[in-house]
């Protein structure tokens, strides 16, 4: 196995395992975070359901932080390995002629998602261990909204995170259809799963935005 | 036509390089690309001066020597063709074209424009063949059925002239396509299931050895591959890859 990945195509697919992991918790983050905009008590109920849930808590949620930081390191570890593999730069270099921006700035747009991920770290998910094992408060049901509302009172943080989810459609607007072409997947090519790569990388970065203005104009 | 060309001037592998500018006068439209660089040549050597290097052989597109890297496209502006079935139409009077060498850390520059692409043979060899006996025995190839549609994925894969442009245009310098290609034309046929896990093993051991890149699938391989390559060759490597490690 340590053979395996070691090798391009092992990473190259490691990579691509990781990227449809995280493709589908977007999903559920998305789901979830879109009840807010309608019913605070369905908001709360489903966080309450994620935060104590013992399955989601030391199943999904250790396999969850090791997906994010797996595809971080790897990505840089191969971008780093690319940059070797090219050391000497064209004078002119036409890389629009042959492919997308996204797919030849996958590096810049990870890290700016990258940049996001340690800002969300800091306003949700430091808070919550703080509150919940290191506190150790009292777990009320009732508290999500509030936290979330109060989240996206400061301009700058809503500006941040639209900042953020336009990068995050950029990456995914190539990596939906590389993840499927990594696997040794030709669906990848085909009309139908470009299309529907191009309203994943759409809807789910427009539905997090929507989110956190929502909240920013109605708090 | 009158043109400018910026091209990449190296004396030798160890020597830095640099553009150097030179001006070409009354070209033809119906020229080829390389006909241009013979007119340059000519012009270099009448001066005195050291003419440009710069790979070519059949100059009919099929022996993948030339590699030209112009105006920053493999094989130049056109589309499914090396740099010598280019021509001069292309180009309009008075422009300004940059010509460089592929840029790979596998593929050293030898001189001015032509680099050093063994490390494609050496990964030939690491496993892009099939074990037959050739010593007068040789079978009919009719005798082991194939279906049409494998017969044209098979050849179309076979297609790779090995010259490198895939290499040039990726901006990870990633051999897959050429790699991919010849896994393919082996997978798809029956003659090269005997040896299936070991070729696609060495063989991808071999490309990671020689220092190429990783894919990540921009596909700026299979838009600039003068034989119509496409990124199905890298999947179906994959899925071969993935099959060979799972059988151990």
Known sequence: MSGFLKSSIGRKIAMALSAFFLMFFLIIHLAVNITSIFSPDLFNELSHFMGTNPLVQFALQPVLVFGVVFHFVMGFVLE????????????????????TWMSRNMIYSGIAILAFIVLHFIDFWIPELNHK?????????????????????????????????????????????????????TAGRKKTLQQIGKAYSVIIPLGFIIVAVFHFLNH | ???????????????????????????????????????????????????????????EGICGMCSLYINGEAHGPDRGITTCQLHMRMFNDGDTITIE?????????????????????????A???????????????????????????????????????????????????????????????PQGQVEAADRVKNMVAQMDLEGFGNCTNTGACEVECPKGITLESIARMNREFVKANVKG
């Open chain 1, 133 to 185: 094992y290191i506190v150790g408060m009292p777990e009320d049901p009732t508290r999500y909204f509030g936290e979330l509302q109060h989240k996206f009172v400061p301009v700058w943080r809503v500006i941040a995170y639209v900042v953020a989810f336009i990068f995050l459609g950029l990456h995914l607007a190539h990596g939906f259809t590389s993840a499927f072409q990594s696997m040794g997947s």
């Open chain 2, 127 to 189: 496993g892009g063949y099939i074990s037959v006996n050739t010593s007068g025995n040789t079978q009919d190839a009719n005798s082991l059925p194939i279906s049409k549609h494998a017969a044209d994925e098979a050849m179309d894969a076979a297609a790779c002239i090995g010259c490198g442009a895939c290499v040039a245009s990726c901006k990870n310098s990633s051999a897959m396509l050429f790699v991919g290609a010849k896994v393919s034309q082996y997978a798809l046929l």
């Open chain 2, 1 to 59: 036509m009158n043109l400018t060309l910026k091209i990449w001037r190296q004396k030798d592998s160890n020597a830095k390089g640099q553009m150097v500018d030179y001006k070409v006068n009354d070209i033809s439209e119906h020229m080829s690309f390389l006909e241009m660089m013979d007119v340059l040549n000519e012009q270099l050597v009448n001066s005195g001066e050291e003419p440009v290097a710069f790979d070519h052989d059949c100059r």
């Open chain 1, 80 to 99: 780093l390995k690319n940059r070797k593999a090219t050391i000497v730069k064209y004078v002119q270099d036409n890389g629009a002629a042959n492919s």
């Open chain 2, 101 to 125: 060498p592929w840029r790979a850390s596998p593929f050293p520059v030898i001189k001015d424009l032509i680099v050093d692409r063994m490390a494609f043979e050496r990964i030939q060899q």
